[in-house]
């Protein structure tokens, strides 16, 4: 079945720490790629996204992400993590060119250590 | 704006009863989702508009029922509520699909 797989369930760092998130989907063709994060009681806020163009996106408050289309796969990075950044993040893929689903990942709870 | 707006925020429901989710968005995105939440399977589209009078099912839409008659409103209609479909609800929508998506508060239901 066509999916999307996040590597880790639960990552726990310290502050200062780097951060990469893997995320692989297995749908051919046209993909829209977006990577969200839910602190904890909230909603969902969008993170970063790509489209089109430049493989490596950068988004809010200094993550970033790198799409390899021959590995299928769109992770999220950050150098240098903060305490505030305790959350669970999503990965998502909208697959085809309208783009009418988007399919999620089971998400990763990250929780930075101060 | 007030973005995307669900109501009500929580609710306990007896199993077999009935209810209707609320979402509302003023951006006038043609584009409109319903998503639930549980622990360690992330968000599952329930079902899905790409405009008023079109609807369509997404991966679990077993229970549930929508309509949109309006480009603002997309109700999420529970017709006999049963424990399993204890989670919470994200209601979403988006203008073009490289835009992203807006989420709402999400409404938390337990049914018991």
């Known amino acids: 079945a066509q999916s999307v797989s996040q590597h880790n369930h639960h990552v726990i760092l310290s502050e200062a720490a780097s951060l990469e998130l893997g995320c692989n989907y297995s749908y051919g063709g046209t993909v829209n790629l977006f990577w969200y994060v839910q602190y904890p009681g909230q909603h969902l806020q969008l993170l970063l996204k790509?489209?089109?163009?430049?493989?490596l996106v950068k988004g809010i408050k200094g993550f970033e992400a790198e799409f390899i289309k021959s590995k299928f796969s769109f992770n999220l990075r950050k150098p240098s993590v903060q305490w505030s950044d305790t959350a669970e993040y999503f990965c998502?893929?909208?697959?085809?060119?309208?783009?009418?689903?988007?399919?999620f990942g089971a998400g990763t709870i990250l929780r930075v250590k101060s | 704006n007030a973005g995307v707006t669900q109501t009500p925020k929580f609710q306990v429901l007896k199993t077999g009863q009935s209810m209707t989710l609320q979402c509302a968005q003023d951006m006038n995105h043609e584009y409109m989702s319903w998503y639930r939440q549980d622990p360690g399977m992330g968000l599952r589209l329930i079902h899905y508009s790409v405009g008023a009078g079109i609807t369509d099912q997404g991966e679990v839409p077993n229970g549930y029922n929508v309509s949109r008659s309006t480009t603002e409103d997309f109700p999420l209609r529970l017709l006999s509520a049963a424990p399993s479909q204890t989670s919470v609800y994200f209601c979403?929508?988006?203008?073009?699909?490289?835009?992203?998506?807006?989420f709402g508060s999400g409404t938390r239901l337990t049914v018991v």
């Open positions: 998502a893929v909208s697959p085809g060119e309208y783009g009418n689903k988007l399919v």
């Open positions: 979403a929508s988006r203008r073009f699909v490289e835009e992203g998506y807006t």
């Open positions: 790509y489209f089109s163009g430049d493989p």
